[in-house]
């Protein structure tokens, strides 16, 4: 493709497009503008298809119907994307690394993470994301907006599907089943990382070293101790952290702050792991099973104890 079929370009960015129209909407990621309004209520679009499809929403049409489930979409891209979930069909494949999509739109925000494009910038502050639902999830941030709101306690989100998560808290709900054991979680994301203790499998591979992890904030960390960075620093010490969950534990030894609280009796916690080891003594749950013999026991480390009876 020669230059003059993408002549006009992004005073924003690096971007080049073949038409006008294209770089004016464009812009609008950079600027924000959004002309198109909503009669219905207070929602705004920078495209006519998105306002198009946003109307959709208030009639409740969903003319698209799934012939294998009861599933029911309101465009035909939606249905498209949907009916892959049935044929685990993923025919965008990252050309450099194993990763395949479902979508091209996948592929695309996927790429990025090579790249290191980001190409929506808050207005507000420096910081730009790969996502531009990123960006409107960040922005609350400086607004304060948290839309999505629990029907059983004072707690708000910025994310519908941290709500979603969060009213599993109250309903026990967990949807999402392992295939080799009875565990089941909350979270699809949870179950897929628990898979990986079944085959073993860790995606996340150190470019430093031979380490290799389950999870992408595991490799994350890691990295942490080839550089020596430590993020997390403490007001009240000169201690610092890698994690944030090793800072926010280690402030609670300053601050005697406990907010694990055990609903059966007065006891409380600084960590949620001891949260769950000290309710398997209400409910006498012993889940760590020894392999040689038929002790079983509530916790991991009674496990480990146990077993250097049989080591020795």
Request: hydrophobic share 30%; with cysteine; glycine share 6%.
């Amino acid at each position: 493709m020669d230059a003059r079929e993408k002549a006009f370009h992004c005073d924003f960015c690096d971007a080049d497009f073949p038409h006008k129209g294209s770089l004016r909407r464009h812009k609008m990621i950079h600027t924000g503008e959004k002309p198109l309004q909503c009669d219905l209520c207070s929602a705004d679009y920078t495209t006519k298809t998105g306002l198009e499809y946003h109307v959709t929403t208030h009639k409740g049409e969903k003319p698209f119907h799934c012939d294998l489930c009861d599933s029911a979409f309101r465009n035909k891209s939606d249905i498209n994307s949907h009916m892959i979930t049935h044929t685990g069909e993923k025919p965008f494949k990252c050309e450099l690394c194993d990763a395949a999509f479902r979508n091209k739109s996948e592929i695309d925000i996927h790429m990025r993470t090579h790249t290191g494009e980001k190409p929506f910038q808050c207005g507000l502050c420096n910081t730009a994301f790969a996502r531009k639902t990123s960006l409107e999830h960040h922005v609350m941030i400086h607004t304060g907006e948290k839309p999505f709101q629990c029907d059983f306690c004072d707690a708000a989100f910025t994310r519908k599907g941290d709500l979603n998560y969060h009213m599993r808290t109250h309903t026990g709900e967990k949807p999402f089943q392992c295939d080799f054991c009875d565990a089941a979680f909350i979270r699809k994301g949870d179950l897929n990382y628990h898979m990986r203790t079944h085959t073993g499998e860790k995606p996340h591979k150190c470019d430093l070293c031979d380490a290799a992890f389950a999870r992408k904030t595991g490799l994350e960390h890691h990295v942490m101790t080839h550089t020596g960075e430590k993020p997390f620093q403490c007001d009240f010490c000169d201690a610092a952290f890698t994690r944030k969950g090793d800072f926010n534990y280690h402030m609670r030894t300053h601050t005697g702050e406990k907010p694990f609280q055990c609903d059966l009796c007065a006891a409380a916690f600084v960590r949620r792991q001891q949260l769950k080891n000290h309710m398997r003594t209400h409910t006498g749950e012993k889940p760590f099973q020894c392999d040689i013999c038929i002790a079983a026991f509530s916790s991991k480390k009674s496990l480990d104890r146990h077993l250097n009876i049989h080591t020795r």
